[in-house]
């Protein structure tokens, strides 16, 4: 998975490359016409020497365009070689993922949800995303605010008869002792399987299936199991 993290920030590098090349030949355009333009001046009417002057601060500025163009590709290349070890060292952590979806495995899931303050019913509807039929509805949920709450799904429909394994939609729903809506938030919690550099963003490719941008990640977890960091992030399914 390295070696896609490294081609895709070579890819970056050869952009940065070409536009300095392009800079760098038009500075040495600029100084031959200059010089040329010196060599060829009539003796009996020298180049004026303000017109001069302006030219040589246009020369420098030229110059200084160069030299700030392959600073710019330097520190872009040290950017994404340190990108490129940051996604490689997430890979096998389990990380707390804002989601939609959720996996069902040997009759458990890794669907989790955050609930905000004043919440007196939380439910989950679990939808087959290929025919977008409810298979589940888990009512009873926790209500405890501030904590990532487990979506017990033990991999039944509602008729009692087990389902199969594989990735499926979950909308959730909060509402409070006078009837209106808490806001409550969808989480994975799921391993990295590969990290992908594109564009100039870190994403992770998760265990089951799915795709994340590192900004949406709301907590790693160390090999002890204790959570490394973390930091809430809401969605526009969230209710």
């Known amino acids: 998975m390295v070696d896609l993290v490294s081609a895709s920030a070579g890819s970056t590098a050869t952009g940065s490359t070409n536009s300095l090349s392009a800079l760098s030949e038009d500075y040495t355009r600029f100084l031959t ?22 030219q040589l ?11 700030t163009n392959s600073n710019l590709e330097t520190l872009s290349a040290q950017f994404s070689a340190l990108t490129a070890t940051t996604g490689a060292q997430m890979i096998g952590r389990e990380v707390t993922v804002y989601s939609e979806t959720l996996v069902l495995s040997d009759g458990a899931s890794d669907g989790y949800y955050l609930v905000g303050d004043g919440a007196t019913e939380v439910t989950a509807e679990i939808y087959d995303p290929l025919t977008e039929r409810v ?15 487990a979506i017990d799904w033990d991999g039944l429909d509602d008729s009692g008869e087990k389902v199969l394994d594989g990735t499926y939609s979950v909308t959730l729903t909060a509402v409070g002792s006078e009837g209106e809506d808490v806001s409550v938030y969808p989480y994975r919690r799921t391993t990295v399987n590969e990290a992908l550099f594109s564009d100039g963003e870190l994403y992770y490719r998760l265990l089951g299936g799915g795709t994340v941008a590192s900004g949406d990640v709301m907590a790693v977890r160390s090999s002890t199991g204790a959570p490394s960091c973390c930091g809430a992030r809401s969605g526009s399914a969230a209710r």
């Open 33 to 54: 016409l200059l010089t040329a333009q010196i060599e060829n001046q009539d003796p009996l009417a020298p180049m004026d020497s303000t017109q001069f002057v302006s």
């Open 57 to 67: 601060a246009q020369l420098s500025q030229v110059e200084q365009s160069v030299k």
């Open 135 to 149: 298979v589940r509805t888990l009512t009873g949920l926790s209500t405890e605010a501030g904590e990532l709450q």
